[in-house]
């Protein structure tokens, strides 16, 4: 085939891939069903619904401690899949997070080594389609935890660095830092809009000390990439740290408490330390424990190698590459070497950061997404022959992915196309008086997805939560909660999950209120078992 013909293939399937990806995204979520998954049910749904409605600072803590996250992708969620019919969203949810596959196809063209563009084209195009197909990935298809729509600043900012290199060792500074500070605002907006994020960008602004240039162009390109994370980190996240800041004197309140010393929660870093490892030897060697043993890092199970495989090939490449980098010189690897040592680097920090910091696998998903690449970059860094080290990359590559397994955080049926067809729907008995009624909210499920079901006039405030309950020490926000109860005329409700209902009668009986079992009505809905609305009222004093 003439060299022009080849190109002219390479580009043509190039863009069919990038156009064709996200609708394929969109037809395995429709084929998963609809997303149904704990988090949406306690606080993605309703923080969405409380941000377009104003209703931010009139309930009480309806989602528990989420009710404190930045509900900005909540809030885009809610807009689509309560405006339009559940089926339609979720095709349009996907193929949103199906545009991580066209962001790691570009990837994957900058960053490979070969003579031939077709042939480069296919293997970038077979990696992005893996990148697609994790465990923990596919278990994240048409859901809400945003951990792969944060993904895209995280991948935006690869596709530009690495399409800027090796410009941006050697060229112009001007134009270089500019590249590299729009890189670090996609990576800053993806850390605003969720924090966990903060692993990324972090790793990504370390990995420019690892590129192979002058020591001082390193620091400076560091420099500007951090500059563009904090900017990106205003835009995505600036408008809720300001809101934190000002209710609470935390821009990141409950979290960091201990630093901040806001009154309003516990002098605590609110930190998750339920998945941390039992010692430093399991810290240390964590992938070949929670590759087996997957509930050690998240609630549901799945399978999947890409993570333990890079765990073993990156330090492994990295020494090998260094022993004999005089007689096996780096062009003589799969990919192209600033490239390489960037995203190797970033990757090695982010997860250094991730064991060190959260131990939830959901937050590793973007590494998850760039093992495909990452492992051949890895394989090429060893002492093998081109051709050696295309077979081991194809074996391995093979391996990961038969052997990968889904998570599934939960899902229902898509609804009756003839029906209402909305993702979330509860039939609420008749309230007398919404205007003067308020419905407190007991247990600890997940429950404050109804709650736009509702008459909007009404006013919820949880009084058991993962961050409060009646009896909690310490803790200032219960003084808020209480004087709101207290300086309330009108009615009470109480609104729990029918389990639940025995513990919310006695956690409101601390606050003076005693609950009519006799009087429970059944609120259905279409994520999750049948809640109870039963009426309580004050204690009378003798």
């Not at 490239?339 to 696998?361: D, E, K, P, Q, S």
Request: hydrophobic share 55%.
């Amino acid at each position: 085939m003439p060299p022009d013909d080849d190109a002219r293939r390479a580009r043509l399937i190039g863009r069919l891939f990038l156009l064709l990806a996200p609708l394929a995204y969109s037809g395995l979520t429709l084929a998963f069903g609809m997303d149904a998954n704990w988090d949406l049910r306690n606080y993605h749904w309703y923080n969405g619904y409380a941000l377009l409605t104003g209703r931010i600072d009139g309930d009480l803590l309806p989602a528990q401690m989420p009710t404190f996250y930045n509900p900005a992708l909540d809030a885009l969620f809610f807009t689509l899949a309560n405006g339009l019919p559940a089926r339609v969203a979720g095709f349009v949810w996907g193929a949103i997070q199906g545009v991580n596959l066209s962001l790691l196809f570009l990837l994957s063209l900058a960053c490979l080594r070969g003579d031939s563009p077709l042939r480069r084209t296919v293997a970038a195009m077979l990696l992005a389609a893996m990148g697609g197909l994790g465990g923990g990935t596919l278990g994240l298809i048409g859901t809400t935890f945003h951990d792969n729509l944060v993904s895209l600043g995280v991948l935006a900012a690869l596709v530009i660095v690495a399409r800027g290199l090796p410009g941006l060792l050697t060229g112009r500074f001007a134009p270089s830092f500019g590249r590299v500070a729009l890189a670090g605002l996609f990576a800053g907006v993806a850390m605003g809009l969720k924090n966990p994020t903060v692993i990324y960008a972090v790793g990504l602004c370390l990995a420019f000390l690892a590129l192979p240039a002058h020591p001082w162009r390193r620091l400076w390109l560091a420099f500007f990439f951090g500059v563009g994370v904090l900017a990106g980190l205003g835009l995505g996240g600036g408008f809720w740290m300001a809101h934190l800041w000002h209710d609470y004197g935390n821009p990141v309140f409950p979290h960091m408490n201990q630093l901040f010393r806001s009154p309003f929660a516990a002098i605590s870093d609110y930190v998750n330390v339920s998945f941390f490892p039992s010692s430093r030897w399991d810290r240390l060697f964590f992938p070949f424990t929670f590759t087996f043993a997957p509930l050690t890092v998240g609630e549901v199970p799945w399978f999947d190698l890409r993570v333990l495989a890079l765990f073993v090939l990156i330090p492994l490449g990295t020494v090998a590459a260094l022993a004999i980098r005089r007689i096996r010189p780096a062009s003589a690897w799969l990919t192209e070497a600033p490239a390489t040592r960037f995203l190797l680097t970033a990757l090695a920090v982010t997860y250094g950061l991730w064991v060190a910091m959260f131990c939830i696998y959901r937050y590793l998903v973007p590494v998850e997404m760039l093992a495909p690449l990452a492992l051949v970059m890895a394989v090429g860094l060893l002492p093998l022959s081109r051709r050696w080290a295309v077979r081991l990359a194809i074996l391995l590559l093979l391996a990961v992915q038969v052997t990968a397994r889904p998570a599934d955080w939960g899902r229902v049926a898509w609804p009756d196309p003839d029906g209402p067809g909305r993702w979330v729907t509860a039939e609420v008995p008749p309230i007398e008086d919404p205007e003067t009624t308020m419905v407190l909210m007991g247990g600890y499920w997940a429950i404050s997805h109804v709650i736009p079901s509702f008459p909007a006039r009404l006013s919820f405030v949880r009084i058991q939560s993962n961050f409060l309950q009646p009896d909690s020490v310490g803790n200032g926000y219960l003084a808020i909660l209480k004087d709101k109860i207290a300086s309330h005329r009108g009615a009470f409700l109480m609104l729990s999950t029918i389990p639940d209902t025995p513990g919310a009668a006695k956690a409101a009986l601390r606050l003076g209120l005693r609950l009519d079992p006799q009087s429970c009505r059944p609120v259905p809905n279409n994520l999750g078992e049948t809640l109870n609305l039963c009426a309580i009222a004050r204690v009378a004093v003798e």
